[in-house]
């Protein structure tokens, strides 16, 4: 999927900033706003950045947006089918 | 008594009963068309039959033993002798009909087809999409054939007659299709093909759309009145059963006694049309059945559609007790929390209040009172529940025997806390916590500087009252909806309440520059507040001492407020003098002294309201609330003390002026004829992006509206600064110096979506310009101001814009008012919780911090980030930046 001479999509402005979470991670998050996966947002595998970043399904993305109010806010999203 | 256990739904299936459902789920056949004997009990297997459920009083229902009250109705059966058609299947069956076999009933399809349409049916189904589109299709396309493709039989055109006839072309003449012909045509088309047509034949058998069984509605949801006569009235519902009834058993009569085909057709024509009035009792090409009076009845569909309806009528909407609405209208004298109730209404409407050792003196007083001297009692609950209706001739005897532990209902009296509501609500503050205050006449009475959160004004608009009826409720409302509590709105973090109008004149007066008053001026002045010392005077004139009107505004603001802003007179000089401005537009407030600047709408006003904002957020709601009062009662003895009038000679401009002005409109003329010279000779360059017409119109609107523009500074400048309408318009009272430019200078370019006006004739607006004339005059722009007057066609072109103006505003606010309703429907349940972020009711994160920051704006400065700035300015008493 990723050829060579294309650009990465997260170098583009209007594409926030997408971020695969280990394992660790990705419990500490679940842990620290104590939900479970399943009340995450979601985001499809076939999403391009998540391809990009090579997420696969149940993974956690974090994503970092600007924001109006807070410059910058964090976002998790959990990669579904 | 009736038991009911909890359950969670899994899943909705919609489908059609089928008859031997309806059987199963009937308690009696219902075989007589009579409700009641003579003794006045229900006759059995009547239409009223107990096993139905009950409605009178002391009997009880012989399916579930349950009371009036309890029993929950059951449903019974009627058998139709002949089969008819259900009025809301009409439509499906036509298109059943049209698409199948008359001989073997199959679809008309190919089975290559029915399985490719099947195949996007359950493709559809699965995404859980609708399937509509392709049914139509195959409808569509099984209309098709002449010929059945499955057993070689001739197909026949199916004509439709008003609701539900079906009629058949057999060559020159109509053969009438009967319910019983229908429905043995969709008895046999096969399963493979129901699903092919959308249905389920689990579910939905097609024939299932053709009664033979009605249903039977519980008596419960039919109940019969009795009239004070001692007659018995009954339902709709119940009349056009009884219909049923009788035509159904005329109808067995008449063929077991071997009647002609003809009437047994008229029978069955009449059958059909009861219990499709039944049903609905609005289809078109039926006439409704109606009662004797001649009132079309209520029949199952009238129930539940519209706006009085079940849906919108009933569930959406409810009615409550303890309400009332009425006119309303304004009273400055009243706190912005306070509510005016007509003494009608206090004494109708009640507050219950138990009678406890500490109470029941007081409780004796309001029940000797009675019912008809006001702070009385209408209603003594015992501790038995029965309720005791206080009058005139019982009260001393009740205020004699009331005990700890009864109940009385209160009349509503001065300080009680009621909600106070306009609709539409579309925002928190369109219901808010008032205190009432108990007044004579016919209308609610509020404070105008509360119209802004409700949006009311006095042209005739109606509130709603509702009194809290639990202590809880009431101190909920004193904590959560008081007026205190919504004078910022988290909307944008700043007042939504504050002064208007003369609120605002009256404050401008009194600050501006230094007027200064005499202590009998002041006293008066701060009579209205709350204010009990005086300040030392600023100075003496002719051994009189002299107070200034900032300091009159000083004595109702907190000592120890520390502010410093730029007014909205302010002018945006290059460098700002400060305290020295020249416009006094810079407001600096030190140790709650209002040292210089003038206080207008950035200061009081409602949305703007800085010093406001500042109090709320320093001294808290209540501090805020009699700032306000403080404000609006110091505003209007302002603007009485100065005087505030406006009249048609305060859009005079002296002789100099008009000739400036016409002066300056013939420059502007002379230079839109100039522009269109170049353009007829080809000359004009246009502007990037732009044709050349597009750029000789935004040319000449510039031209002229700069030409309109400078109308307004010639006028502004020539009626001065004492002039009501400028003092309006500066403070931000009310008008804009636009509307003064217009009144008294030039009303301008007339618009029609945003172009100058075109319309009309070929190449001309009217008829009193020449084919082609691009000049100013030819194209709406009016030279004239209101003041001197609009000539003929002026006037016309005056019209054109001014309805365009109207078509919008009432678009506008009706397509904006549903596209916000559905927003707010989407977003209503969305909760913050404790730690911040944002769930849905099935507890799904939408945001993980509260709009990204966490910052609720209500707390926050205009929703700005500029809490430090402000911090460093209260210390400082300097603007930062």
Known sequence: ?81 | MFKTVPKRIKEIRFGLISPKEYRKMSVTRVITADTYDDDGFPIEMGLMDPRMGVIDPGLRCKTCAGRAGECPGHFGHVELIAPVIHVGFAKLIRKILRGTCRECSALLLDSNHKKKYLEQIRTMRKMGQPIEDITNEVFKEARKPKICMYCGAKQLDVKVEKPSTYVEKMGDHDHKLMPSDIRVRLEKISNEDIEVIGMDPNNARPEWVILTVLPVPPVTMRPSITLESGQRSEDDLTHKLVDIIRINQRFQENREAGAPQLIIEDLWELLQYHVTTFMDNAVSGVPPARHRSGRPLKTLSQRLKGKEGRFRGSLSGKRVNFSARTVISPDPNLSVSEVGVPLSIAMEMTIPVNVTTRNIEEVREYIRRGPDNHPGANYIERSDRRRIKITDINREEMAETIELGWKIDRQLKNGDIVLFNRQPSLHRMSIMAHNVKVLPHKTFRLNPAVCPPYNADFDGDEMNMHVLQTEEARAEAMMLIHVQENILSPRFGGPIIGGIHDHISGMYLLTRGDSRLSKSEILDMLSKTKIEELSEPAGEVDGKPYWTGKQAVSHILPSGLNMAYRAGICENCDTCKKENCDLDAYVLVKDGQLLSGTIEEKAVGAFKGLIVDKIIKDYGSARGLQFINDATMLGIKGVMHYGFSFGISDEDIPNEASIQITELLGEAEDKVMNLILVYNEGNLEPLPGRTVDETLELKIMQELGKARDTTGNIAGKYLGLENAAVVMAKSGARGSMLNLTQMAGCVGQQAVRGERIRRGYAGRTLSNFHTGDLGAAAHGFVKNSYKSGLSPTEYFFHAIGGREGLVDTAVRTSQSGYLQRRLVNALQDLEVQYDGTVKDTRGMVVQFKYGEDGIDPMKSEFSKPQAIQWIIESVTSKEVK
């Open chain 1, 1 to 81: 999927m990723k050829g060579s001479n294309k650009f990465s999509l997260l170098d583009h402005n209007l594409v926030p900033h997408h971020q695969l979470l280990s394992e660790n991670e990705a419990s500490q998050v679940l842990k620290k706003y104590n939900i479970n996966k399943e009340q995450l947002p979601k985001i499809k595998v076939k999403e391009p950045v998540i391809q990009e970043i090579g997420g696969q399904v149940s993974d956690i993305v974090k994503v970092i947006r600007t924001s109006q109010t807070a410059r910058e806010a964090e976002f998790y999203r959990l990669v579904i089918e």
